[in-house]
């Protein structure tokens, strides 16, 4: 069965996309658990992070950070969190989440309710911190 985010990889369902490349995508969760939280998942439908070939976990885990740096930029806080959870959706996927403290990583902070405006802003400061950081994988709005 196809997954949720398949689909919004192939399109099928809207997703806010800041990068894009031949093996993975990254774009903001409709449910964010702070602004700028941003999701990195690879094309291909593999449900638990412990089945991702070494190669291909080595690219997920750099484009992470690059998606950090940019979140960093953007946001300035402390440090950027780096959570693999997967239990939501059957694909993997990598949190990329801006924090202040340790709670900032709980799951039970999500807003439910994101203002679409909201979120179409925080891509957009993410894919301008990609731009100027040099990233030729930025994904267009």
Known sequence: MTSLFTKIIDGELPG???????????FLTIEPIKPGHTLVVPRAEIDHWID???QLGVHLHEVAR??????????????????VAG?????VHYHCVPIWELGDMSFANAQRDAPPEALD???EMIRKELREMGREEVAEA
Request: hydrophobic share 50%; glycine share 2%; charged share 20%.
């Open 52 to 54: 991702v070939p070494a």
């Open 66 to 83: 690059l998606v950090s740096c940019a979140i960093h930029r953007a946001w300035k806080p402390p440090k950027v969190g780096l959570m």
């Open 87 to 91: 239990l939501e959706v059957p694909h």
């Open 121 to 123: 802003q925080a891509a």
């Open 16 to 26: 806010r996309f800041v990068w894009k490349d031949e093996h993975c995508v990254a």
